[in-house]
């Protein structure tokens, strides 16, 4: 079966694995990590660099630009101006115009505050920005983002880091209904069953950190969120059955011995 | 008070040009260009942004702006993150 490629904003990516790059046991196992996930794009955070302490890895020794697409996030940020910011200081560093955008709400559950990402999408995207904001699952919030020019939306599945899963399912087939952007399951995951969930859901990609930084094998749960994502993407495609009440035998039930 | 950074030369403490670096006060012994303060902290200009006095510097001028008494420099660079 043919599957359309994942476009966003006009750029083509291999796979619909986005990862990321913290909290990792080390530079090393990240890497690896990487490499078996398949994924083509990363995301990384913006920070001061440390001036009395210069001995330690850069981050971008253990990320080959040649073959990874890098998204440098605003996590952290608590206000439109902070985001704001952090993305134009991102755009100088690197490479590209592309900001996945976080404006948090709150320390406990650092949910997005909806008010302050909308604004700061409408910013960014007037100065030139590939704007993709991590959201609330909320398909009005998804479809203000998509009016303010956000090139992809990005709902959480749930709270940052705390591998509950897809906590609102009938949520993100609303918002994928909606939506005439990319739709990225961004947060949440805890296992490959949440990714795979989240691709047969209708979602065109899905981001993860701690899934698979945090796993006791960060290598082997990178793999096995590659083959997840493709497994959901193909369970989509494919036309899954129609759920019944009652058993339908899936053995004939004619010519049965002996009677 | 800073306890690196610093090359002085045989000026009075005066003649030291106080700065803020990422948050921290920080001594020069004269105003040097964004360039020359990336290269004495040992920074690779092509992985960073700089912003001073709050505006965000193309990497072509680093060579050409200098840093003064008073300034505020961010160097900034990607770290781990999701």
Not at chain 1, 16 to 45: C, F, Q
Not at chain 1, 73 to 79: E, H, Q, R, V
Not at chain 1, 178 to 188: E, K, L, Q, Y
Not at chain 1, 227 to 247: S, T
Request: proline letters at 5%; a neutral charge; aromatic letters at 4%.
């Amino acid at each position: 079966m043919v599957d359309s490629p994942f476009v966003i904003a006009g750029r083509t990516f291999r796979s619909r694995l986005i990862v990321g790059t913290g909290k990792y046991p080390s530079n090393a196992v990240m890497a690896h990590a990487h490499e078996a996930s398949g994924a083509d794009m990363v995301t990384v955070a913006v920070r001061r660099v440390n001036i009395t302490d210069r001995s330690r890895e850069s981050l971008l020794d253990f990320i080959d630009p040649t073959r990874m697409f890098i998204l440098p996030n605003t996590a952290g940020c608590y206000t439109a101006d902070e985001a704001v910011r952090t993305a134009h200081l991102a755009r100088e560093a690197g490479l590209s115009n592309w900001v996945k955008l976080e404006v948090i709400g709150d320390e406990r559950t650092l949910f997005p505050d909806n008010e302050a990402l909308i604004d700061a999408t409408r910013r960014l995207v007037r100065d030139g920005f590939v704007v993709l904001p991590y959201t609330n699952d909320d398909p009005i919030a998804c479809r203000k983002l998509e009016d303010a020019g956000a090139a992809a939306v990005m709902p959480l599945g749930a709270p940052i880091g705390s591998g509950l899963g897809i906590q609102n399912v009938n949520n993100m087939r609303i918002i994928r209904e909606f939506a005439r952007v990319p739709m990225i399951v961004d947060a949440g995951v805890g296992t490959a069953s949440d990714a795979a969930l989240a691709m047969e859901l209708g979602a065109d990609g899905v981001l993860m950190n701690t899934a698979i930084a945090g796993a006791t094998e960060p290598v082997a749960m990178a793999a096995a969120m590659k083959h997840a994502v493709v497994a959901g993407r193909l369970a989509l495609l494919a036309g899954r059955i129609p759920r019944k009440m009652y058993a339908s035998a899936s053995s004939p039930v004619e010519g049965l011995v002996g009677r | 008070m800073p306890r690196f950074g610093a090359v002085r030369s045989g000026h009075g403490p005066s003649a030291l040009v106080q700065i803020t670096l990422n948050g921290e006060q920080f001594e020069l012994d004269q105003s040097v260009s964004v360039s020359a303060l990336l290269m004495r902290l040992e920074i690779d200009p092509r992985r960073v942004a700089v912003e001073h006095n709050l505006a965000i510097l193309k990497r072509q001028r680093f060579s050409d702006v200098l840093v003064h008494e008073g300034d505020t420099v961010e160097i900034v660079n990607f770290v781990g993150g999701g």
